[in-house]
């Protein structure tokens, strides 16, 4: 048995040396006995079938040793002075999104008008992507488990919920201003440093936002002082920290990112996260409301309707997707965070005995991990931060994330927080209703724990294409490609007749479609060369190519062209059916 602790875990708190591609606030990895990547024990069932998830582990793992164009990370470091790219990966985030955008899979929102910061518009195959993401997570965590029922709760509910909750009080973020560009800054993704000599003699401080390459600027600017200053020494390295913690008579110091100047920074304040809105005729205190900024209390003010209705005993899961909103003080980094966004939560029900909570927690970190790496996530790009108790929220038992490294570095991708009763307590205090549990068994009531795996829609997105974007070498021309696994890839799969003017062959072809059609998003193509198709096909990510040629008109057998290993086999008409049957749903 693999234990949890042989995958990289990363504590929560301090400031040390780190790989170049891990924010500097984020410590080093620290690597515990056992393999450094290897798979966590998977409790319960498998979500993909078997056949499927090895092989396209397997294709993923070999990557080809031709796997990306000779010279063109040297060629793009010389294009791009300056910019330090993730190790992890041969794109920039640029390569990324302009990925996105020329194939269709996210906009920028009201582009036309010269876009709005913080919301994305997700294109024809954008739209497919999110929803086999949400279909899959869906069958997964819901239908193939006893344990688990869905909900679909209100964006808007009533302003008591959330005054409960804590978010009307305490859902904000440190902000500061500049105060001549008067651009917006959160405090605690700004970073500055002093630029001091080794024999004690202070030349200035600098100032940074927070990225993956970070300590790097930071240092660049720290020496270009020092040559505009015309000094001589040593300097010292620049320690980071974040704006929000820097004394006041030290913040006078700090420049302004947008400027260069210090002094032009105002002193962090809390911004409320929270949308307002204004519901019914008047607009007044009283009609205020909130688009919800997370999706997790419409699952607790509902426990009690669902328990009952669904006739639930513990331990038992609700499960939610939905869209939430957050007004970001700066969005960024794309889809990763932005203003509108899409949630999938659980909140998973189970005694207060507190030699339950630590196991459940566990088993809901392996089970989040090994789902990640079925759909799709590469295994070498992900890993655990563990948090420290200084740095849980107040109600919190224990909290992992399952962290991506990113083009523009590493980050979040997945919370499994313990939050204890803290929801279900704050929810009856606020309403003066009781919500407990009545467990027959122990013959007593009491307020249920919970443990809530938390992953947003939109990141994950942003994950998968990351993970499945390459380049290789194919008959020596280079091929872009999108490795997705059959079931998370937007379309299934291409029928392509070779010729577009024997109509008995285009009629088969349109026979095979059709049925096709019914099951699967599969795309018709019969303009250009039959190799000129498959490249296009390569490029969204269709794992599955079906010629249809004149040896399907005698024999009624069809080329299957792999995407990945480019291989072709023959297969009748049913063999077809049952190839892709397999392949993409698992049996």
Known sequence: ???????????????????????????????????????????????????????????????????????????????????????????????????????????????????????????????????????????????????????????????????????????????????????????????????????????????????????????KTANTMKRKAQKQGTLKPVTLAEVAECPLDELENVPSPATGKPGSLTPPRAFNLMFQTQVGAMSDASSTAYLRPETAQGIFVNF????????????????????????????????????????????????????????????????????????????????????????????ARACTDVAFKFPFGRSELLGVAARGNFDLSAHASGSGKKIEYNDVEAKRKYVPHVIEPSIGVDRLFLALVCSAYDEDTVGGEVRSVMRFTPAIAPIKCAILPLVKNKPELLEKAREIYNKLQMRYNVVWDQGGAIGRRYRRMDEVGTPFCVTVDFDTLEDGTVTVRDRDTTEQQRLTIDELYSFLSKEIDGF
């Open 1 to 219: 048995m693999v234990l949890l602790a042989s995958i990289p875990l990363v504590a929560g708190a301090g400031v040390s040396s780190t790989p170049a591609f891990v924010s500097l606030t984020l410590p080093k990895f620290r690597s515990l006995a056992g393999s450094a990547h290897a798979r966590l024990p998977v409790t319960g069932r498998r979500f993909m079938g078997e056949t499927a998830a090895q092989r396209y582990a397997k294709s993923r793992m070999s990557a080809k040793a031709d796997a990306k164009a000779p010279g063109k990370e040297d060629k793009k470091a010389e294009k791009e002075e300056g910019v330090v790219l993730n190790p992890d990966f041969k794109f920039s985030m640029e390569d990324i999104v302009g990925v996105c955008k020329r194939r269709g899979f996210v906009f920028q929102s009201s582009e036309i008008y010269n876009g709005f910061a913080g919301f994305y518009d997700y294109g024809p195959l954008g739209v497919e992507l999110k929803a086999n993401i949400k279909r899959v997570w869906w069958r997964d965590m819901v239908h193939r488990r006893d344990d688990m029922v869905g909900l679909d709760s209100s964006i808007i509910a009533s302003p008591q919920i959330w005054q409960s909750s804590g978010h009307v009080d305490g859902f904000s973020d440190p902000m500061v201003d500049c105060k001549e560009s008067k651009m917006r800054y959160r405090a605690d993704q700004l970073f500055y440093g002093k630029v001091e000599l080794e024999d004690g003699e202070v030349l200035g401080y600098v100032s940074v936002m927070e990225s993956g390459t970070m300590q790097e600027e930071a240092d």
């Open 304 to 395: 009690k309707n669902v328990q009952q209705t669904a006739r639930t005993t513990l331990p038992f899961g609700i499960a939610q997707i939905g869209k939430a909103f957050r007004n970001e003080i700066t969005p960024r980094n794309f889809i990763f965070r932005s203003r509108e966004f899409e949630q999938m939560e659980i909140e998973y029900f189970i005694d207060d005995a507190d030699e339950t909570w630590p196991a459940a927690h566990k088993e809901w970190i392996d089970t989040c991990y090994n789902w990640l790496l079925d759909i799709g996530i590469k295994q070498d790009l992900i890993d655990l931060d563990v948090h420290e108790k200084d740095k849980l929220a107040h109600y």
